[in-house]
T-cell receptor
Framework: AQSVTQLGSHVSVSEGALVLLRCNYSSSVPPYLFWYVQYPNQGLQLLLKYTSAATLVKGINGFEAEFKKSETSFHLTKPSAHMSDAAEYFCAVTANTNAGKSTFGDGTTLTVKP | DGGITQSPKYLFRKEGQNVTLSCEQNLNHDAMYWYRQDPGQGLRLIYYSQIVNDFQKGDIAEGYSVSREKKESFPLTVTSAQKNPTAFYLC????????????FGNGTRLTVT
């Protein structure tokens, strides 16, 4: 079985501040991990993915995430928030024991204050 | 540009009516998925298909039906048996390998009154 927990349904930061969105996963086999972003009334877009090649993954728009097996975490960070980063962010896990189906966390809404 | 097209963007129906949501992709992906999104609940898998003429139930399939007659198309029917159909519906596709990310359409917001 696989699952994802996103800690904090709402995160608020000031423009220019560090963004940290937390994701912990559970998987009985080595997982593939993804972060997606969703803007209002739109579909989800891929930010970055971890597929075991490197533990620090860089994505689009200056975001990156680090896979920590010992902590079963895949937290998303960005050094300096921009107003355009305000959106909902989803962490997802896929494993080859689940026919490739992704399991999503409940999402974290990021607010950026001017 | 390749992508996934969902139509319509907004859909209104009366209770008791069946309604079909369209999803078309030109990414040449084998797998297609339907998710339901409700506020604060993330995405829940309704149905998925990994190959033409074959599909499997996801976590919340009751009250929904699908077909996969063509690789490019994966329509979802919300039947009158679905007790709470008002939601945002997202269609997605992916390559066949397990590390392939999902590509999403822009969703259909269904309101049933």
């Amino acid at each position: 079985a696989q699952s994802v927990t996103q800690l904090g349904s709402h995160v608020s930061v000031s423009e220019g501040a560090l963004v940290l969105l937390r994701c912990n996963y559970s998987s009985s086999v080595p997982p593939y991990l993804f972060w997606y972003v969703q803007y209002p009334n739109q579909g989800l877009q891929l930010l970055l993915k971890y597929t075991s090649a490197a533990t620090l993954v860089k994505g689009i728009n200056g975001f990156e995430a680090e896979f920590k097996k010992s902590e079963t975490s895949f937290h998303l960070t960005k050094p300096s928030a921009h107003m355009s980063d305000a959106a909902e962010y989803f962490c997802a896990v896929t494993a080859n024991t689940n026919a490739g189906k992704s399991t999503f966390g409940d999402g974290t809404t990021l607010t950026v204050k001017p | 540009d390749g992508g996934i097209t969902q139509s319509p963007k907004y859909l209104f129906r009366k209770e008791g009516q069946n309604v079909t949501l369209s999803c078309e992709q030109n990414l040449n992906h084998d797998a297609m998925y339907w998710y339901r999104q409700d506020p604060g609940q993330g995405l829940r898998l309704i149905y998925y298909s990994q190959i033409v003429n074959d599909f499997q139930k996801g976590d919340i399939a009751e009250g929904y039906s699908v077909s996969r007659e063509k690789k490019e198309s994966f329509p979802l029917t919300v039947t009158s048996a679905q007790k709470n159909p008002t939601a945002f519906y997202l269609c997605a596709s992916s390559g066949f390998s397990y590390n392939s990310p999902l590509h999403f359409g822009n969703g259909t917001r269904l309101t049933v009154t």
